[in-house]
C-alpha cells in the first residue's frame, strides 16, 4: 500500500524566503509527526498531530517555523524567513491510533539555503 | 541530557560475519525502544521495538535486539551480515507510554564489505 509521501523531495531557496513542506500520511493515520535530519544535531523532533488535538509544538526551534494538518490527513510545514542553518532533511512520519509505537516514515525533504 | 547514545559513529564488518550496533539509553522507568534503518536517499525504516516481555525481540531482515535493563543497552545484531544491510542504523526511545516522541541516537553507520 501507499507509504508517507513528502513533496518536494528537494527544495533550494534563498536566505529570507518562506518555504512550504508537504506530508501525505498513511491514510487513516491518526497521528503525524515532523522531524528534522542535520548535521551535527542528528534527527531531533519539530511537532506532533494526534486527531483534533492541539497539536504538540514543543520541538518547533522557533517562530519562524508553523505547521498545520487539514482535515486531519495532508500537513504542511512552513519556515518563514529562511536561514541558512535551516538547511537539513525535513521527515515526516505517521502512525495509527492502535499502533502508536510505529511510527513509518516519509523520504523526506531536502532543504537547502543558500 | 541526550536519552539514546549510539557509541560508534562506524562499524564495518565483512559480509557472513556477526554485526553489532551498540546503543545505550538514559531514561528511567519502562522506556519503549526501537530500532530504524536508513538506506541513502531513502526514509527511515521500521526494523524492531521492545516494549515489554521477551528481553529478546526480532524483527525485519533478520535482525534481532536484546533488552538489557540493568545495563540500560538495546544493542541491535544480526548473526551474519550482508552488503546489502550497509546503511544508517537509529536507536530511538520513547520515554514513557504517555511520550508519543522519539528521541533518536546520532545514527551509526554500517559498511558490510564482501
Known amino acids: 500500500g501507499a507509504g508517507v509521501s513528502q513533496s518536494p523531495s528537494n527544495k533550494v531557496t534563498e536566505k529570507g524566503k518562506d518555504v512550504e513542506l508537504r506530508c501525505d500520511p498513511i491514510?487513516?493515520?491518526?497521528?503525524l509527526y515532523w522531524y528534522r535530519q542535520s548535521l551535527g544535531q542528528g534527527l531531533e523532533f519539530l511537532i506532533y498531530f494526534q486527531g483534533n488535538s492541539a497539536p504538540d509544538k514543543s520541538g518547533l526551534p522557533s517562530d519562524r517555523f508553523s505547521a498545520e494538518r487539514t482535515g486531519g490527513s495532508v500537513s504542511t510545514l512552513t519556515i518563514q524567513r529562511t536561514q541558512q542553518e535551516d538547511s537539513a532533511v525535513y521527515l515526516c512520519?505517521?502512525?495509527?491510533?492502535?499502533?502508536?509505537?510505529?511510527?513509518?516514515f516519509g523520504p523526506g525533504t531536502r532543504l537547502t539555503v543558500t | 541530557a541526550q536519552s539514546v547514545a549510539q557509541p560508534e559513529d562506524q562499524v564495518n564488518v565483512a559480509e557472513g560475519n556477526p554485526l553489532t550496533v551498540k546503543c545505550t539509553y538514559s531514561v528511567s522507568g519502562n522506556p519503549y525502544l526501537f530500532w530504524y534503518v536508513q538506506y541513502p536517499n531513502r526514509g527511515l525504516q521500521f526494523l524492531l521495538k521492545?516494549?515489554?516481555?521477551?528481553?529478546l525481540v526480532k524483527g525485519s531482515y533478520g535482525f534481532e535486539a536484546e533488552f538489557n535493563k540493568s545495563q540500560t543497552s538495546f544493542h541491535l545484531k544480526k548473526p551474519s551480515a550482508l552488503v546489502s544491510d550497509s546503511a544508517l542504523y537509529f536507536c530511538?526511545?520513547?520515554?514513557?507510554?504517555?511520550?508519543?516522541?522519539?528521541?533518536f541516537g546520532a545514527g551509526t553507520t554500517v559498511t558490510v564489505r564482501a
Open positions: 512520519a505517521s502512525s495509527n491510533y492502535r499502533e502508536v509505537h510505529e511510527q513509518y
Open positions: 521492545y516494549i515489554t516481555g521477551d528481553n
Open positions: 491514510s487513516g493515520h491518526t497521528a
Open positions: 530511538a526511545v520513547r520515554r514513557s507510554s504517555n511520550d508519543y516522541k522519539l528521541s
